[in-house]
Protein backbone atom coordinates (compact mmCIF):
# COMPACT_ATOMS: atom_id res chain seq x y z
CA UNK A 1 0.00 0.00 0.00
CA UNK A 2 1.08 3.09 -1.16
CA UNK A 3 2.31 5.76 1.53
CA UNK A 4 0.44 9.05 1.61
CA UNK A 5 3.75 11.08 0.88
CA UNK A 6 3.81 8.93 -2.10
CA UNK A 7 -0.09 9.54 -3.20
CA UNK A 8 0.78 13.17 -2.42
CA UNK A 9 3.93 13.49 -4.58
CA UNK A 10 1.83 11.66 -7.85
CA UNK A 11 -1.06 13.90 -7.08
CA UNK A 12 1.50 16.92 -7.59
CA UNK A 13 3.26 15.47 -10.91
CA UNK A 14 -0.31 14.70 -12.05
CA UNK A 15 -1.20 18.10 -11.65
CA UNK A 16 2.40 20.15 -13.02
CA UNK A 17 1.56 17.65 -16.16
CA UNK A 18 -1.78 18.67 -16.46
CA UNK A 19 -0.66 22.56 -16.14
CA UNK A 20 1.93 21.60 -18.27
CA UNK A 21 -0.52 20.38 -21.42
CA UNK A 22 -3.27 23.31 -20.90
CA UNK A 23 -0.36 26.06 -21.04
CA UNK A 24 1.21 24.15 -24.50
CA UNK A 25 -2.85 23.58 -25.37
CA UNK A 26 -2.12 27.26 -26.20
CA UNK A 27 0.39 26.42 -29.02
CA UNK A 28 -2.91 25.64 -31.42
CA UNK A 29 -3.57 29.29 -31.92
CA UNK A 30 -0.43 31.54 -32.75
CA UNK A 31 0.37 34.90 -33.93
CA UNK A 32 1.93 34.77 -37.82
CA UNK A 33 5.61 35.11 -37.44
CA UNK A 34 7.29 38.51 -38.76
CA UNK A 35 8.12 37.88 -42.31
CA UNK A 36 10.26 39.80 -44.94
CA UNK A 37 7.45 41.43 -47.28
CA UNK A 38 5.52 43.81 -45.31
CA UNK A 39 4.29 46.59 -47.29
CA UNK A 40 6.25 49.65 -47.14
CA UNK A 41 5.97 51.50 -43.38
CA UNK A 42 3.83 54.90 -43.35
CA UNK A 43 5.11 56.32 -40.78
CA UNK A 44 9.02 56.89 -40.00
CA UNK A 45 11.11 54.71 -37.81
CA UNK A 46 13.81 55.42 -35.01
CA UNK A 47 15.52 52.45 -33.63
CA UNK A 48 17.13 52.78 -29.98
CA UNK A 49 19.82 50.77 -28.96
CA UNK A 50 21.03 50.62 -25.44
CA UNK A 51 24.40 49.59 -24.33
CA UNK A 52 27.39 49.56 -22.31
CA UNK A 53 30.51 47.94 -22.53
CA UNK A 54 29.24 46.44 -26.11
CA UNK A 55 32.39 47.01 -28.43
CA UNK A 56 33.23 43.30 -29.32
CA UNK A 57 29.33 43.22 -29.90
CA UNK A 58 27.72 46.15 -31.31
CA UNK A 59 28.96 46.12 -34.73
CA UNK A 60 26.35 43.31 -36.32
CA UNK A 61 23.85 44.90 -34.52
CA UNK A 62 24.32 48.29 -36.40
CA UNK A 63 24.94 46.97 -39.99
CA UNK A 64 22.33 44.92 -39.97
CA UNK A 65 20.33 48.09 -39.24
CA UNK A 66 22.38 50.51 -41.95
CA UNK A 67 21.18 47.84 -44.54
CA UNK A 68 17.77 48.96 -44.06
CA UNK A 69 16.04 51.77 -45.74
CA UNK A 70 13.06 51.92 -43.66
CA UNK A 71 14.90 52.73 -40.43
CA UNK A 72 15.24 56.68 -40.41
CA UNK A 73 17.73 56.80 -37.93
CA UNK A 74 19.73 55.07 -35.42
CA UNK A 75 20.08 56.29 -31.39
CA UNK A 76 22.76 54.29 -29.84
CA UNK A 77 22.35 54.67 -25.90
CA UNK A 78 25.82 54.41 -23.88
CA UNK A 79 25.07 53.53 -20.57
CA UNK A 80 28.57 54.23 -19.40
CA UNK A 81 30.48 52.04 -21.17
CA UNK A 82 34.57 52.21 -20.22
CA UNK A 83 34.98 50.37 -23.95
CA UNK A 84 34.99 52.17 -27.17
CA UNK A 85 31.54 51.48 -27.70
CA UNK A 86 30.61 54.90 -28.25
CA UNK A 87 33.48 55.45 -30.65
CA UNK A 88 32.55 52.39 -33.05
CA UNK A 89 28.38 53.26 -32.92
CA UNK A 90 29.68 56.67 -33.80
CA UNK A 91 31.36 55.07 -36.99
CA UNK A 92 29.21 53.09 -38.35
CA UNK A 93 26.65 56.04 -38.32
CA UNK A 94 24.50 56.11 -35.14
CA UNK A 95 23.49 58.78 -33.62
CA UNK A 96 24.92 58.41 -30.03
CA UNK A 97 23.17 59.92 -27.03
CA UNK A 98 25.55 59.74 -23.55
CA UNK A 99 22.66 58.32 -20.66
CA UNK A 100 24.43 59.71 -18.05
CA UNK A 101 24.14 57.98 -14.73
CA UNK A 102 20.64 56.40 -13.72
CA UNK A 103 18.52 58.76 -11.15
CA UNK A 104 17.79 57.05 -7.73
CA UNK A 105 15.46 54.20 -8.45
CA UNK A 106 16.53 53.25 -11.69
CA UNK A 107 18.26 50.73 -12.93
CA UNK A 108 20.63 51.31 -16.02
CA UNK A 109 18.58 50.03 -19.31
CA UNK A 110 15.03 51.02 -18.57
CA UNK A 111 17.21 54.54 -18.07
CA UNK A 112 18.95 54.10 -21.44
CA UNK A 113 15.96 53.16 -23.27
CA UNK A 114 13.89 56.21 -21.54
CA UNK A 115 16.52 58.42 -22.61
CA UNK A 116 16.35 57.20 -26.37
CA UNK A 117 12.69 56.73 -26.65
CA UNK A 118 13.00 60.92 -25.30
CA UNK A 119 15.65 62.24 -28.01
CA UNK A 120 13.80 60.16 -31.27
CA UNK A 121 12.59 60.97 -33.74
CA UNK A 122 10.35 58.95 -35.47
CA UNK A 123 6.52 58.04 -34.85
CA UNK A 124 7.55 54.33 -34.15
CA UNK A 125 10.51 53.48 -31.54
CA UNK A 126 12.63 49.97 -32.16
CA UNK A 127 14.12 49.11 -28.90
CA UNK A 128 16.63 46.08 -29.84
CA UNK A 129 19.81 44.83 -27.44
CA UNK A 130 23.50 45.21 -28.61
CA UNK A 131 23.93 41.62 -29.61
CA UNK A 132 21.01 41.40 -31.69
CA UNK A 133 21.47 40.51 -35.63
CA UNK A 134 18.45 42.95 -37.65
CA UNK A 135 18.18 42.07 -40.84
CA UNK A 136 16.45 44.21 -43.77
CA UNK A 137 12.91 44.07 -43.40
CA UNK A 138 12.64 43.80 -39.60
CA UNK A 139 11.64 47.93 -38.49
CA UNK A 140 8.37 47.76 -41.08
CA UNK A 141 7.45 44.02 -40.41
CA UNK A 142 7.38 45.74 -36.47
CA UNK A 143 5.56 48.87 -37.93
CA UNK A 144 3.19 46.47 -39.64
CA UNK A 145 2.28 44.45 -36.08
CA UNK A 146 1.59 47.51 -34.57
CA UNK A 147 -1.39 48.44 -36.48
CA UNK A 148 -2.79 45.23 -35.00
CA UNK A 149 -1.54 46.07 -31.20
CA UNK A 150 -0.06 49.26 -29.04
CA UNK A 151 2.98 47.18 -28.01
CA UNK A 152 5.03 44.45 -29.83
CA UNK A 153 7.49 42.20 -28.82
CA UNK A 154 9.49 39.71 -31.27
CA UNK A 155 11.48 36.53 -30.65
CA UNK A 156 14.76 36.27 -32.45
CA UNK A 157 16.59 32.89 -33.57
CA UNK A 158 19.63 31.81 -30.91
CA UNK A 159 23.21 32.09 -31.77
CA UNK A 160 25.26 29.25 -29.67
CA UNK A 161 28.86 28.43 -30.70
CA UNK A 162 29.89 26.76 -27.62
CA UNK A 163 29.17 23.12 -27.72
CA UNK A 164 28.09 24.01 -23.83
CA UNK A 165 26.27 26.78 -24.97
CA UNK A 166 23.85 24.24 -27.65
CA UNK A 167 23.44 22.16 -24.94
CA UNK A 168 22.04 23.95 -21.81
CA UNK A 169 20.68 26.92 -23.26
CA UNK A 170 17.56 24.70 -24.94
CA UNK A 171 17.12 23.43 -21.57
CA UNK A 172 16.76 26.58 -20.00
CA UNK A 173 14.64 27.76 -22.78
CA UNK A 174 12.16 24.47 -22.00
CA UNK A 175 11.44 26.22 -18.62
CA UNK A 176 10.14 28.78 -20.15
CA UNK A 177 7.47 26.95 -22.09
CA UNK A 178 6.52 24.70 -19.41
CA UNK A 179 5.89 27.89 -17.40
CA UNK A 180 4.70 30.16 -19.89
CA UNK A 181 3.58 27.96 -22.70
CA UNK A 182 3.99 29.29 -26.72
CA UNK A 183 4.57 33.11 -25.79
CA UNK A 184 3.26 34.25 -29.57
CA UNK A 185 -0.04 32.34 -28.70
CA UNK A 186 -3.32 34.53 -28.89
CA UNK A 187 -4.89 32.89 -25.94
CA UNK A 188 -5.70 35.51 -23.28
CA UNK A 189 -3.34 35.30 -20.80
CA UNK A 190 -3.61 37.78 -17.15
CA UNK A 191 -0.87 40.67 -17.04
CA UNK A 192 0.90 39.34 -14.08
CA UNK A 193 1.90 35.81 -16.54
CA UNK A 194 2.97 37.80 -19.63
CA UNK A 195 6.12 37.09 -21.02
CA UNK A 196 7.97 39.15 -23.36
CA UNK A 197 11.11 39.59 -25.32
CA UNK A 198 12.72 42.88 -24.06
CA UNK A 199 15.54 42.07 -26.93
CA UNK A 200 13.43 43.67 -29.49
CA UNK A 201 10.28 45.32 -28.80
CA UNK A 202 8.28 48.30 -30.89
CA UNK A 203 5.85 50.82 -29.70
CA UNK A 204 4.95 54.63 -31.41
CA UNK A 205 6.61 57.17 -29.75
CA UNK A 206 4.08 59.86 -28.29
CA UNK A 207 1.60 56.56 -26.82
CA UNK A 208 4.56 55.60 -24.84
CA UNK A 209 5.43 59.12 -23.76
CA UNK A 210 1.77 59.79 -22.56
CA UNK A 211 2.07 56.67 -20.48
CA UNK A 212 5.36 57.84 -18.90
CA UNK A 213 7.80 55.94 -20.66
CA UNK A 214 10.04 53.07 -19.27
CA UNK A 215 9.03 54.25 -15.86
CA UNK A 216 6.89 51.26 -14.97
CA UNK A 217 10.64 48.96 -15.33
CA UNK A 218 12.62 51.85 -13.58
CA UNK A 219 13.35 49.56 -10.51
CA UNK A 220 13.74 45.93 -12.07
CA UNK A 221 16.26 43.82 -13.63
CA UNK A 222 13.61 42.33 -15.51
CA UNK A 223 12.80 45.56 -16.95
CA UNK A 224 10.68 43.54 -20.12
CA UNK A 225 8.62 41.95 -18.00
CA UNK A 226 7.95 44.66 -15.89
CA UNK A 227 7.19 47.26 -18.54
CA UNK A 228 5.12 45.19 -20.42
CA UNK A 229 2.63 43.74 -17.55
CA UNK A 230 2.47 47.01 -16.23
CA UNK A 231 1.59 48.50 -20.02
CA UNK A 232 -0.88 45.06 -20.16
CA UNK A 233 -2.64 46.26 -16.62
CA UNK A 234 -3.16 49.93 -18.36
CA UNK A 235 -5.09 48.33 -20.72
CA UNK A 236 -2.63 47.92 -24.03
CA UNK A 237 -2.40 45.25 -26.40
CA UNK A 238 0.76 43.75 -25.98
CA UNK A 239 1.72 40.94 -28.12
CA UNK A 240 4.60 38.60 -28.71
CA UNK A 241 5.58 37.49 -32.86
CA UNK A 242 8.03 35.03 -33.72
CA UNK A 243 10.35 36.96 -35.63
CA UNK A 244 12.96 34.12 -36.20
CA UNK A 245 12.99 34.94 -39.98
CA UNK A 246 14.37 38.90 -39.26
CA UNK A 247 16.76 38.80 -36.45
CA UNK A 248 18.97 36.71 -34.17
CA UNK A 249 20.64 37.05 -31.18
CA UNK A 250 24.04 36.05 -30.35
CA UNK A 251 23.93 36.73 -26.33
CA UNK A 252 26.89 34.47 -24.78
CA UNK A 253 30.56 33.68 -25.91
CA UNK A 254 30.52 30.52 -23.27
CA UNK A 255 28.67 28.29 -21.43
CA UNK A 256 29.61 29.87 -18.20
CA UNK A 257 28.49 33.06 -18.83
CA UNK A 258 25.41 31.38 -20.44
CA UNK A 259 24.98 29.95 -16.77
CA UNK A 260 25.33 33.26 -15.13
CA UNK A 261 24.41 36.22 -17.33
CA UNK A 262 20.67 34.51 -18.18
CA UNK A 263 20.65 33.16 -14.74
CA UNK A 264 19.82 36.89 -13.47
CA UNK A 265 16.77 37.36 -14.70
CA UNK A 266 15.77 33.30 -15.56
CA UNK A 267 13.03 33.22 -12.72
CA UNK A 268 11.34 36.47 -13.16
CA UNK A 269 11.92 36.68 -9.64
CA UNK A 270 12.05 40.58 -9.16
CA UNK A 271 8.35 40.57 -11.16
CA UNK A 272 6.53 37.64 -9.96
CA UNK A 273 4.74 37.30 -6.56
CA UNK A 274 6.04 34.42 -4.23
CA UNK A 275 3.53 32.31 -4.76
CA UNK A 276 3.92 32.03 -8.47
CA UNK A 277 7.24 31.92 -8.16
CA UNK A 278 7.34 28.78 -5.82
CA UNK A 279 4.91 27.06 -8.47
CA UNK A 280 6.88 27.80 -11.28
CA UNK A 281 10.19 25.82 -9.29
CA UNK A 282 7.71 23.18 -8.53
CA UNK A 283 6.28 22.67 -12.08
CA UNK A 284 9.67 22.69 -13.39
CA UNK A 285 11.26 20.06 -11.16
CA UNK A 286 8.14 17.85 -11.40
CA UNK A 287 7.41 18.05 -15.21
CA UNK A 288 11.28 18.75 -16.76
CA UNK A 289 13.92 17.68 -13.91
CA UNK A 290 13.10 14.51 -12.47
CA UNK A 291 11.66 12.41 -15.01
CA UNK A 292 15.14 11.72 -16.35
CA UNK A 293 16.51 11.52 -12.67
CA UNK A 294 14.25 9.09 -12.24
CA UNK A 295 14.44 7.28 -15.62
CA UNK A 296 18.06 7.26 -14.74
CA UNK A 297 17.71 5.51 -11.00
CA UNK A 298 15.06 3.22 -12.41
CA UNK A 299 12.38 4.83 -10.86
CA UNK A 300 10.48 5.99 -13.77
CA UNK A 301 6.47 4.73 -14.16
CA UNK A 302 4.73 5.58 -17.18
CA UNK A 303 4.12 9.31 -16.35
CA UNK A 304 7.65 9.75 -16.34
CA UNK A 305 7.98 7.93 -20.21
CA UNK A 306 5.15 10.09 -20.69
CA UNK A 307 6.56 13.44 -19.63
CA UNK A 308 10.16 12.44 -20.97
CA UNK A 309 8.82 11.43 -24.20
CA UNK A 310 6.48 15.56 -24.15
CA UNK A 311 10.24 16.64 -23.87
CA UNK A 312 11.22 15.64 -27.16
CA UNK A 313 8.32 17.01 -28.87
CA UNK A 314 9.04 20.21 -27.04
CA UNK A 315 12.75 19.92 -28.24
CA UNK A 316 11.82 18.98 -31.85
CA UNK A 317 8.99 22.26 -31.73
CA UNK A 318 11.88 24.40 -30.87
CA UNK A 319 14.64 23.67 -32.93
CA UNK A 320 14.05 26.56 -35.52
CA UNK A 321 14.69 29.11 -32.76
CA UNK A 322 18.31 27.85 -33.15
CA UNK A 323 20.42 28.73 -36.35
CA UNK A 324 22.98 25.67 -35.16
CA UNK A 325 21.78 22.53 -33.63
CA UNK A 326 23.85 19.69 -33.93
CA UNK A 327 23.87 16.71 -31.47
CA UNK A 328 24.26 18.90 -28.36
CA UNK A 329 20.86 20.53 -29.40
CA UNK A 330 19.57 17.04 -29.68
CA UNK A 331 21.26 15.77 -26.47
CA UNK A 332 20.36 18.92 -24.29
CA UNK A 333 17.17 17.12 -22.14
CA UNK A 334 20.07 15.44 -20.90
CA UNK A 335 20.42 19.14 -19.14
CA UNK A 336 17.06 19.54 -17.80
CA UNK A 337 17.81 18.38 -14.33
CA UNK A 338 20.76 21.46 -14.31
CA UNK A 339 18.04 24.00 -16.01
CA UNK A 340 15.98 23.14 -12.64
CA UNK A 341 18.92 24.00 -10.45
CA UNK A 342 19.55 27.04 -12.11
CA UNK A 343 15.58 28.08 -11.88
CA UNK A 344 15.93 27.66 -8.12
CA UNK A 345 18.91 29.36 -7.56
CA UNK A 346 17.91 32.42 -9.67
CA UNK A 347 14.32 32.10 -7.33
CA UNK A 348 16.07 31.92 -4.48
CA UNK A 349 18.66 34.11 -5.07
CA UNK A 350 17.75 37.04 -6.99
CA UNK A 351 20.69 39.27 -8.63
CA UNK A 352 20.84 42.61 -7.45
CA UNK A 353 23.90 43.41 -10.22
CA UNK A 354 24.07 43.88 -13.40
CA UNK A 355 27.98 45.07 -15.72
CA UNK A 356 29.64 45.94 -12.75
CA UNK A 357 26.43 47.68 -10.98
CA UNK A 358 25.45 47.02 -7.81
CA UNK A 359 21.58 48.25 -7.49
CA UNK A 360 19.51 48.53 -4.14
CA UNK A 361 15.89 47.67 -5.01
CA UNK A 362 14.82 47.13 -2.39
Request: net charge positive; glycine share 8%; charged share 25%.
Given at each position: ????????????????????????????????????????????????????????????????????????????????????????????????????????????????????????????????????????????????????????????????????????????????????????????????????????????????????????????????????????????????????????????????????????????????????????????????????????????????????????????????????RGARYWLSPLADPLAAVRLTLSAVRPTRSWRQREYDLG
Open positions: MRSPAARAFTAARLLASAAVLWRLSAGRHRRPPLAPGASSPTVTISVVVPARNEEARIGPCLLGLADDADIAEVVVVDDGSSDATAELASRLGARVLDAGPPPPGWVGKPWALQRGLEAATGEVVVSLDADTRPRPGLGRALAAALEQADFVTAGARFQCHSPGERWLHPAMLATLVYRFGPPDSDRKVSPRRLLVNGQCTAVRRRELLRQGGYRPASGHLTDDAAQARALARAGWRVVFHDGSQLISVDMHDSVRELWREWGRSFALADVTDRGWLAADVALVWLALGLPLIRFVLRRADRLDAALLALRLAILAATAPSYER
